[in-house]
Antibody, heavy 115, light 110 residues
Framework: QVQLVQSGAEVKKPGASVKVSCKASGYTFPTYSINWVRQAPGQGLEWMGW????????NYAQKFQGRVTMTVDTSTNTTYMELRSLRSDDTAVYYC?????????WGQGTLVTVS | EIVLTQSPVTLSLSPGQRVTLSCRASQSVRSGDLAWYQQTPGQAPRLLIYGASKRAAGTPDRFSGSGTGTDFTLTISRLEPQDFAVYYCLQSDGSPRKLSFGGGTKVDMK
């Protein structure tokens, strides 16, 4: 079965960086892009960007341009999302999710706390 | 950038009632690129509807999606206790693709 398994919770100081991983299994990895979506406490869903799992092409939401980097390791079917210059309002659950026109499978989420 | 506006923000209803949720786009969205999600507390979102009207695997048939252009609707024919949740619409547009979510509608129990 399709699974996206994310790394564990992180606590970071303001100004630091965080790197969250997402390991995929149960499907042909290069076939689907991986998106990253975040959700601040009590708030809605916010799309951050996507990376193509075959060639590593990326497209980031304008809000995160210059502060986010998404990478892929095809040898381990793992994608990574690094967010830099963290602020308190980056405190959120970060999800990886598969797809491009719609997002069908989601990771369990990674809580990143900036404090 | 396409902005999605969902209404109402909150609905207070009873089990068995019919629910209609709205998602309005700031510009036309291709029907194939509109999806609906359900999220319960502490859980990741779950895909309910894709392509505006196609039920995802495992979505009960009491859920239906419709709409074209800038106006889309998610209908729950008869609310079940497990349907009390937050619902989001999602659109995907452009080349390269950019995605955006609506602000969500919370369906809670009266």
């Amino acid at each position: 079965q399709v699974q996206l398994v994310q790394s564990g919770a992180e606590v970071k100081k303001p100004g630091a960086s965080v790197k969250v991983s997402c390991k995929a299994s149960g499907y042909t990895f290069p076939t689907y892009s991986i998106n990253w979506v975040r959700q601040a406490p009590g708030q809605g869903l916010e799309w951050m960007g996507w990376i193509s799992a075959d060639h590593g092409n990326t497209n980031y939401a304008q809000k995160f341009q210059g502060r986010v980097t998404m990478t892929v390791d095809t040898s381990t079917n793992t994608t990574y999302m690094e967010l830099r210059s963290l602020r308190s309002d980056d405190t959120a659950v970060y999800y990886c999710t598969r797809g491009l026109a719609w997002l069908d499978y989601w990771g369990q989420g990674t809580l990143v706390t900036v404090s | 950038e396409i902005v999605l506006t969902q209404s109402p923000v909150t609905l207070s209803l009873s089990p068995g009632q019919r629910v209609t949720l709205s998602c309005r786009a700031s510009q036309s969205v291709r029907s194939g690129d509109l999806a609906w999600y359900q999220q319960t507390p502490g859980q990741a979102p779950r895909l309910l509807i894709y392509g505006a009207s196609k039920r995802a695997a495992g979505t009960p048939d009491r859920f239906s999606g419709s709409g074209t252009g800038t106006d889309f609707t998610l209908t729950i024919s008869r609310l079940e206790p497990q349907d009390f949740a937050v619902y989001y619409c999602l659109q995907s547009d452009g080349s390269p693709r950019k995605l955006s979510f609506g602000g969500g509608t919370k369906v809670d129990m009266k």
